[in-house]
C-alpha cells in the first residue's frame, strides 16, 4: 500500500497538499485513518473522471451516449 509521502511526488500544483491537510483533519491526525479516507478520495475521484471522460466521448461521437448496444 502507498504511503502519502509516495503520492506527494505527484502533485503539480499544491492541491494535494491541501487534499491530505483536510483529509488529516477529517481523521483526527490519526495516520492509519487519513491514508484510507484519501485512497477511497483518490479513488472516487479517478473513477468519476473516467466515467465523465467516457461520457463526453461517447457524446461527441454521437453514439447513444457512449453505451454499446
Given at each position: 500500500m502507498r504511503k502519502i509521502q509516495d503520492?506527494?511526488?505527484?502533485d503539480e500544483d499544491?492541491?494535494?497538499e491541501?487534499?491530505?491537510e483536510?483529509?488529516?483533519m477529517a481523521a483526527d491526525g490519526e495516520e492509519p485513518?487519513?491514508?484510507q479516507l484519501l485512497t477511497e478520495t483518490i479513488l472516487k475521484n479517478f473513477v468519476r473522471?473516467?466515467?465523465?471522460?467516457?461520457?463526453?466521448a461517447g457524446l461527441n461521437k454521437?453514439?447513444?451516449?457512449?453505451?454499446?448496444?
Open positions: 503520492l506527494k511526488g505527484l499544491g492541491s494535494f491541501k487534499l491530505v483536510e483529509t488529516r485513518r487519513a491514508e473522471y473516467h466515467i465523465d471522460k467516457a461520457k463526453k454521437g453514439e447513444n451516449g457512449g453505451r454499446q448496444q
